[in-house]
């Protein structure tokens, strides 16, 4: 099998660690399968694929699309590290409001699987980062919304101090 798949404490909210093969020439990896991650539980069909760049202490979301546009997404890192958060929203789950957070690297390869009922955002833990994220639903614009990355009732540990936010995310509301 070509992926190792964790739950975290959403259990499904997945860390997906690559095998990675090497030999002289360099590396290579299979950073998705429909037919392994869809056995796994997560058998989205991603339809877009954004690709996010930025500096150290930069911090995207918390962000999420509405229903009927709600986006799954699949996050990988291809230079630098990040933080990255989901937060599960669904209004009757055990785990309402509760979040996880893991560190994903281009060194290590891992990749975290995103249910579209969470939140997302990451924070940027190197000199730059670029992450990809391929994503179940094409972005619509009356769909977006978001929470306040810094929501004291979700409370969050990101793991930097006084991050670079852009406006957008200063307004979000906040989520209780």
């Known amino acids: 099998m070509p992926f190792d ?3 975290l404490e959403i259990p499904e909210v997945l860390l997906i ?11 290579f990896i299979e950073t998705y399968k429909h037919s392994e991650v869809a ?9 877009q694929e954004n690709h996010s760049s930025s500096v150290r202490g930069v911090l995207r979301g918390l962000h999420f699309q509405r229903p ?3 986006q799954t997404k699949l ?9 990255d958060v989901a937060v599960d929203l669904r209004p009757d789950s055990a785990t309402k409001g509760k979040w996880v957070g893991v560190v994903l690297s ?8 995103v249910p579209g009922w969470c939140a997302h955002g990451f924070c940027v833990l190197s000199e730059r980062a670029d992450v990809l994220y391929h994503t179940s639903a094409e972005y619509s614009a009356e769909h977006e919304s978001g929470f306040m990355w810094n929501d004291p009732s979700l409370g969050i540990a990101w793991p930097v101090t006084d ?3 852009s406006d957008r995310d200063k307004q979000w509301p906040l989520f209780a």
Do not use: C, N
């Open 17 to 27: 660690t690559p095998r990675v093969w090497t030999d002289r020439r360099g590396s």
């Open 5 to 7: 798949f964790k739950r």
């Open 106 to 113: 281009a060194e290590d390869k891992t990749l975290m699987y």
């Open 68 to 70: 009927p546009h709600a």
């Open 75 to 83: 996050v990988r890192v291809i230079s630098g590290q990040i933080f």
């Open 39 to 47: 056995a796994a539980g997560a058998g989205e069909i991603f339809v």
């Open 163 to 165: 991050p670079i936010v």
